[in-house]
């Protein structure tokens, strides 16, 4: 009976030991779901591992991990869970892969920002490496711990990683460019959650065109063939709307410096953009904060590539349905004043808001994705120019439920 | 599913690492499909032929086109057939079942050995191909509402599935595969792999050919890097070409056979030309770029 007890006890303490396993490779990034944890049980209990560590490795990463791109973390995690049988990977490296994960941005109150106010980038080097030294694992959210989404995001600064203009801009830019360099590098890698779903709400915008253009005036071959021969031989016509897809779109995209922590999403959507081969026309122009009497060609935004507005408004009928993404935040002049644009050798004889407007007005469908989280738009540093695109375009939140959101508002009549 | 497994352990034209042989006997013994990634030119393809001649099973390969549907893989119903018959009344057209033609998994259902099926490269189908096929991986039978046939898999088949990350493949599709990632062989197994093909080549020039090719991937700005079968041919080639070991650590000929990109044929001959392989690898080793 005792031996018994032992046994069962032996077994509980196997299967929880395992568990935490489970839970640490999740916490380390890698995507294990329960249906593969199931499935790792059964080999293991059919003794697939061999009895050997290394055998357990090699199984548990076929069946629980799926991507080339996750192998990385998968080592990590197994070697933190097996005491560190190898030597761990460089730090930085593991530091730049902990960024990678990042959690949404998180606001800083004014308050909570005056705490900060007056460290120095030596001391903040000098703080990062003590952490670094006492940290061993990825971490996220909280406060203390290299990680993001935490008051400790990008070099524990604790602003907005936004790269909104505040206070200790100088502390914020280079932990944030390490951090979105490295995003950008994770999504040409393939590691792309994001993209397939952003293609997938984006072939709404398909379905629309086809649904309201055009009677039913063409043969369909295949369906008439199978029609008629289903009923062996009786003739059966099967007329169908052209295929012609009408779905044409203008990209318009904010290439701003205070875009770059927003790279890796913005990113996943032109990827998806560019893949969505059912569009009858797609276009991409770029702008710098706001579109004034030019847009850009090209990202770098410079005068070789520019059109006149006027130019590209003529060029595009107004059913070319326009996205428009960008964070819409910038000082309040940049909107509302001659010559108020950001690039001081660039003058502007109308507001930009004129100019938001007045595209507004050629379009019939227009949104703005914004790719701040919604919940700070009233919150954030651009609060007040954001507010004021919003009276001119609809303002969607740039995730895969607001991007139907959109695309609903984009088949829509406008207001 | 069915008493003993036969284990596989590569086969003599097809070297396969011990990581790799794993994933195949797991993927076997639990029934799930195992899904293959890695470089164009790993082998992929090659592991499925392997992997039937080895285990002494048939094996079926469904090419995947971008117009492949899921529900080609299970049947297709020849209403166009069945039209012509009915034209000319020679035939009993009212027997629905003799118009209706197994695709490559309802096949592989209805063999009466199991046998090995290879989904060749998965994701250049549409993005919602993979799910379409779940539910008849999963219970490996589907039914065929013209005639109220159910197909059964008499044998759960062997089921290899290449992909070449085209396409981002669906999660839920993901969650049920077995992956196994080939990596690009290193210059060991690569001369394995070359004398496994021309076992009786002259073992210098192979070395020597090894390197060059190692050097040119190495180089970061190609646009199409040489794989494991460019470099085969290329060995063929050299020898055919009575080119000597020595010849390749200042020229290489019949480089053509290893790049296809204009761009980077003349990128490759300026390279040789500033520093050229001989000059970088003391010491070195063969470093991988990706």
């Known amino acids: ?415 | 599913m069915q008493g003993k497994q036969a284990f596989y352990s590569g086969t003599n034209d097809y070297i396969a690492s011990e990581e790799l042989q794993n994933s195949v006997n797991v993927a076997a013994a639990l029934g799930r499909p195992l899904l293959i990634k890695g470089e164009p030119g790993t082998g992929k393809t090659m592991l499925a032929q392997s992997i039937s001649e080895g285990l002494g099973k048939r094996l079926l390969i469904w090419n995947i086109k971008s117009t492949t549907k899921a529900k080609d893989g299970l049947y297709v119903y020849d209403t166009v057939q069945r039209l012509y018959d009915s034209q000319f009344g020679d035939h009993d057209v009212s027997d629905i079942s003799q118009y209706i033609k197994l695709g490559k998994l309802g096949e592989a259902f209805q063999s009466e050995q199991q046998v090995v099926l290879l989904i060749d490269e998965i994701d250049k189908a549409d993005i919602e191909f993979p799910n379409d096929l779940l539910w008849e991986l999963d219970i490996m039978s589907f039914d065929i509402p013209e005639t109220g046939e159910t197909v059964q898999a008499r044998h759960r088949p062997i089921v290899i599935i290449t992909s070449n990350a085209e396409k981002e493949l669906p999660d839920a599709f993901l969650r049920r595969c077995i992956f196994h990632y080939i990596a690009f062989p290193d210059s060991p197994m690569m001369a394995e792999i070359v004398r496994v093909h021309y076992p009786d080549l002259q073992q210098k020039l192979v070395n020597q050919a090894i390197e060059a090719f190692y050097w040119i991937r190495s180089i970061g700005s190609l646009q199409k890097k040489p794989s494991t079968s460019e470099l085969l041919d290329w060995v063929q080639a050299l020898a055919i070409g009575g080119v000597s070991p020595d010849q390749l650590t200042g020229e290489l000929p019949f480089l053509g056979v290893l790049l296809k990109k204009d761009r980077d044929f003349e990128h490759i001959l300026r390279q040789l030309h500033n520093q050229g392989p001989q000059k970088k690898t003391s010491g070195a080793g063969f470093r991988r770029s990706w």
């Not at chain 1, 299967?15 to 294990?32: C, E, H, K, Q, W």
């Not at chain 1, 290299?146 to 790269?163: C, D, I, L, M």
């Not at chain 1, 398909?206 to 031989?233: H, N, W």
Request: with cysteine; glycine share 6%; hydrophobic share 35%.
């Open chain 1, 1 to 415: 009976m005792k031996e018994m007890d032992g046994k069962a006890r032996y077994r509980k303490e196997k299967t929880a030991m395992f568990i935490d396993f489970f839970y640490l490779l999740r916490s380390y990034g890698v995507p294990v779901s329960i249906t593969e944890w199931m499935t790792l049980t059964e080999s293991l209990s059919r003794g697939m591992a061999q009895s050997s560590l290394t055998g357990f490795y090699y199984l548990a990463r076929a069946v629980l991990v799926k991507s080339e791109t996750h192998f990385d973390r998968y080592d990590m995690a197994f070697a933190h869970y097996f005491n560190d049988i190898e030597t761990p990977v460089e730090l930085t490296e593991k530091v730049l892969q902990w960024l990678e994960n990042a959690l949404p941005p998180r606001q800083i109150s004014p308050g909570e920002r005056q705490q900060f106010q007056n460290w120095d980038l030596d001391e903040l080097r000098r703080q990062l490496e003590q952490r670094l030294e006492e940290q061993t694992e990825e971490h996220h959210g909280g406060d203390t711990w290299v990680g993001t989404g935490g008051t400790s995001r990008f070099g524990h600064s604790g602003y907005h990683p936004a790269g909104i203009r505040i206070d200790g801009e100088g502390i914020n830019q280079s932990a944030v460019q390490v951090a979105a360099q490295r995003n950008f590098q994770g999504f040409r890698t393939d590691r792309t959650i994001g993209v397939r779903q952003f293609e997938i709400a984006l072939r709404k915008l398909r379905q629309l065109s086809s649904k309201y253009e055009g009677p039913r005036e063409e043969l369909e071959m295949d369906e008439t063939i199978k029609k008629t021969g289903e009923k062996a031989g009786l003739l059966h016509l099967v007329w169908t709307r052209g295929r012609k897809n009408l779905v044409k779109v203008a990209l318009v995209m904010d290439s701003g410096g205070s875009m770059l922590p927003y790279m890796n999403i913005c990113s996943q959507l032109f990827t998806a953009m560019n893949r969505s081969s059912h569009f009858k026309d797609l276009r991409f122009l770029y702008f710098h904060n706001c579109v004034y009497q030019h847009i850009y060609t090209d990202p770098s935004c410079r005068m070789d590539s520019a059109i006149k507005t006027v130019d590209f408004l003529r060029m595009l009928e107004p059913d070319y349905k326009v996205i428009f993404l960008g964070d819409a935040s910038m000082a309040p002049s940049e909107l509302t004043m001659v010559d108020g644009s950001i690039d001081w050798s660039y003058s502007n004889d109308e507001p930009g808001i004129t100019w938001l407007k007045r595209i507004a007005g050629h379009f019939d469908h227009a949104v703005w994705l914004n790719p701040i989280p919604a919940k700070f738009w009233d919150r954030t540093t651009g609060s007040y120019t954001i507010s004021m695109i919003r009276q001119v375009f609809p303002m969607y939140e740039l995730s895969v439920e607001d991007l139907e959101e959109a695309i609903k508002k984009l088949k829509a009549r406008r207001w």
